[in-house]
Every structure is written in structure tokens, then in C-alpha cells.
């Protein structure tokens, strides 16, 4: 039955963001590519409604079969659903206020840690520990900024498709390998999700995410390492591992960004993957360059967390040192001349 439901949410991602496309272009709903943009023609935007309805289906599906538990069925979907709409008015350009969308934000990230019951106790060098509100605390700024990273991060064709891939397919495998839940459909429905639209957004892009599908992606892989914690936190170790790309390149834009005393809600250049991609024909250069990484690098060093052969903190160390010094080196944070 696994099987029928990943085909199907293949099948609805794959016509919805055809459709979405025809209608954007029937609307003239475009982005316009202006100074701050890596794309160089107007492109039909909003293709992030197919990922959000076809993985929601699919979600859905293993719930009626009994594969999934509601209480992470709800953790995801309610609110997942509220980025989902705060993300569809900013396409639309009904919420322009970043302070808005960050109490949004701030909101949808409590609410799934409520129905979760807070952050499970987390292993931290040799000790596993439950650090209660504090932890709480950090979980929740953890959502949003697996938000908003990824809504920063999607600048150019294919790159948070290829991110998202890439890390959820080697999610599954590792559950798969590692755990004796379900949850491993969890995160190949999400790949399904993305698969259907990712035809469409290789480059050249023929539609975007739009903040829709790239904020919900984020958000909800970050969801779903919180409710694989609740029996495999060295797994949820391995998705911070994982996703270190898009972290560290956001995380060093927006130091550098708040040192230079930048207006962080303004739309920019600066992030290391748009020095690198800064003619339209490097953006699948990029993006499977990212994948390569995945793959490559950070794929083995979070196996060997997840089969406890090394610490979850030497292998964040081991993952992200190489990357801090790339970032630093193609200039991340730092404006495009």
C-alpha cells in the first residue's frame, strides 16, 4: 500500500504544479527578476501548493491505513498548514510585514511542539538529557529557523528540491536501517512530494516554490526530526548533520548580515550558493554540487552518529567546520558587486 500512496503523491505534485503553472501564467502571476535575483526571466511562481496538498494527501493516507500516529498526523499538518497560508499570502503579497510572519512563525512552531508534548531528552556528549523548558526553547526557535532558512536559501532552480531530496531519501534509508517505527514513509512521502515538482523547477525553472513550499518544507522536516527524537534522537542528529549546507551557508549570511548592520527583511545577493551560482547556467552546478555534499560528505559522518561510532557533537563539529570555511570563503553575507 506504501508503495500506491508514494506513486499518487508523485502523481498529484506532478499535475498540481502543471496546473498551478498554467494558472500563474493565465493570471500573469510572474516573478520578475529584478537586481537581487539570480533568475533571469519572468517565471510563474507558486508551485509550492503542489508539494503542501500532495504531501498533506499522502499524510493522510497512512493515517486512514493506521502506518502513522495522529498525534504527529497533527503535529505536522495543523501547524504546517499555518506556514503554509502565512507563506501563500506573502507570495500574494498580502502579508508584506516581516514581523507579522515571524509571530506566525513563532506561533506554528509552539503549536507543534504542544501536540508533540515538548522536546524529548536528547543525547549531548555521553549523557542524554532532558532539559525542559529550555529545551522547549530551543526547539522552538529550531522551527523557525529551519522556516525561514530555507525560504532564504531557495534563490535559484532546483536547490531546496535537491536539499530536500537528498536528505529526506538518506532519512529513509537510515530508518529504515536504524529504527523499527514507521516514520521512514513520513519522510518518503515528503521526497514524493518534492519529486512531482522538481521536473518543473530544474533549471531552467519553469515555475518556483514560492515562500508556500519552501518555508513548509523546512518547517516540516524540522517537525519531523522532532517527532523522531521521541525514539531515535541520534537520528534527529543525523538530520541537523544533514541539512548543514543550507544551516551553516544561512546561519554565516545572517551573522555577517547583523555585523554589517543590514536590514535582514530586505531581499539580497549574499548568501555563498548566489556568489557561486551568479549566471543562470551554474544553477545546476549548484544544486548538485549540494547533493554531492549530502551524499559524500555528510551522509557517512551522520551514519556514524546514528550506529554510535562517534559523538552527535563530534559529528556536527566534522560536518560543519569544512562547510563554516567554505561559507567564509566564498563570501557569504557579504553583497554581490
Not at 508556500?212 to 543525523?238: D, E, H, K, N
Request: charged content about 10%.
Amino acid at each position: 500500500m506504501i508503495f500506491l500512496i508514494v506513486t499518487a503523491t508523485i502523481a498529484i505534485s506532478f499535475v498540481l504544479t502543471h496546473l498551478m503553472r498554467k494558472n500563474a501564467i493565465k493570471r500573469n502571476k510572474f516573478d520578475i527578476p529584478n537586481e537581487r535575483s539570480s533568475h533571469q526571466n519572468p517565471t510563474p511562481r507558486g508551485g509550492g501548493v503542489a508539494v503542501v496538498a500532495a504531501f498533506v494527501f499522502g499524510l493522510l493516507g497512512l493515517l486512514i491505513q493506521g502506518d502513522f500516529a495522529s498525534k504527529s498526523f497533527y503535529a505536522i499538518v495543523l501547524p504546517g498548514s499555518l506556514v503554509a497560508i502565512i507563506g501563500y499570502l506573502d507570495d500574494l503579497g498580502r502579508v508584506t510585514a516581516a514581523r507579522l510572519r515571524l509571530i506566525g512563525h513563532f506561533v506554528a512552531a509552539i503549536i507543534a511542539l504542544y501536540i508533540l508534548g515538548g522536546l524529548s531528552p536528547m543525547p549531548l556528549f555521553t549523557e542524554t538529557l532532558d532539559l525542559g523548558l529550555v529545551g522547549n526553547i530551543i526547539a522552538v526557535l529550531f522551527l523557525v529557523w529551519m522556516l525561514n532558512l530555507f525560504n532564504f536559501m531557495d534563490g535559484i532552480d532546483s536547490i531546496t528540491g535537491v536539499e530536500a531530496l537528498t536528505s529526506c531519501l538518506i532519512l529513509t534509508i537510515f530508518l529504515i536501517n536504524k529504527s523499527e517505527t514507521e516514520l521512514w514513509r513520513v519522510s518518503a512521502l515528503l521526497c514524493a512530494a518534492v519529486v512531482g515538482f522538481l521536473y518543473f523547477n530544474w533549471p531552467p525553472a519553469r515555475i518556483f516554490l514560492g515562500d508556500i513550499g519552501s518555508g513548509f518544507i523546512g518547517f516540516t522536516i524540522g517537525v519531523i526530526s522532532l517527532v523522531i527524537a521521541r525514539s531515535q534522537p541520534l537520528i534527529t542528529w543525523a538530520v541537523i548533520i544533514l541539512l548543514g549546507v543550507f544551516i551553516v551557508d544561512a546561519t554565516v549570511t545572517l551573522i555577517r548580515r547583523l555585523i554589517d548592520r543590514q536590514q535582514i527583511s530586505a531581499a539580497h545577493r549574499s548568501h555563498a550558493f548566489q556568489h557561486l551560482a551568479s549566471s543562470a547556467d551554474r544553477h545546476l552546478k549548484v544544486s548538485l554540487s549540494i547533493a554531492a555534499v549530502n551524499i559524500f560528505w555528510l551522509a557517512p559522518i551522520a551514519w556514524l552518529v546514528v550506529d554510535q561510532r562517534i559523538l552527535p557533537i563530534i559529528g556536527v563539529g566534522l560536518a560543519y567546520i569544512p562547510l563554516l570555511v567554505l561559507a567564509i570563503y566564498f563570501k557569504a553575507g557579504k553583497t554581490v558587486s
